[in-house]
């Protein structure tokens, strides 16, 4: 069980930074190293790493969301929002399991072996799709759920001041 806050503040607006810098990062790299073969030789294990990362992040800012909106009135723009976080998971860990993929066909490139029986073109260019499938599908999801997340947070409160920890109307 995470804890509900830090300080006073929230648990929930401190991890989805997480969630915000990792996935596109993973997926950045996930797409260079697809792309560009000298630069998934160095990134090597970074990449994959980085997407694991980025998968374990998003179940830790949904708990933090979901003991935050226990606390908190729901309007629709935050079970929109919600909802938009709960179909994450399934591009980010796509997203990692892709950039394994990749880093073991990098590995078997470099070898000097592929995968009997199957015309490396043909790898190469399922690698790529599916790098861009899902590298596009979590950065556009993350994009969406914060966007969906400010308004919730910001909509609601446009017309509130903040003065230490006393609210102002």
């Avoid at 994959?48 to 723009?77: D, K, M, R, T, Y």
């Avoid at 029986?117 to 790898?123: A, H, Q, T």
């Amino acid at each position: 069980m995470l804890p509900t806050g830090i300080d006073g503040i929230p648990l929930h607006p401190l991890v989805v930074h997480l969630v915000v810098v990792l996935v596109p990062a993973a997926a950045f790299t996930v797409l260079v190293s697809v792309i560009w073969p000298a630069a998934r030789e160095r990134l090597g294990w970074i990449t994959p790493g980085l997407a694991s990362s980025a998968a374990i992040s998003v179940p830790i800012a949904e708990s933090s969301g979901e003991s935050l909106i226990e606390e908190v009135q729901v309007s629709a723009q935050t079970a929109t929002h919600a909802e938009l976080a709960e179909g994450l998971l399934p591009w980010v860990a796509g997203l990692a399991l892709w950039s394994v993929a990749l880093y073991v066909w990098g590995l078997r490139v470099r070898g000097g072996t592929g995968i009997a029986g199957i015309p490396r073109r043909l790898v190469a260019v399922v690698l790529i799709t599916g790098a861009i499938v899902f590298s596009a599908g979590s950065t556009v999801q993350v994009v969406r759920i914060g966007e969906s997340g400010a308004r919730s947070v910001w909509t609601d409160a446009a017309a509130v001041r903040f003065a230490g920890n006393e609210v102002i109307r």
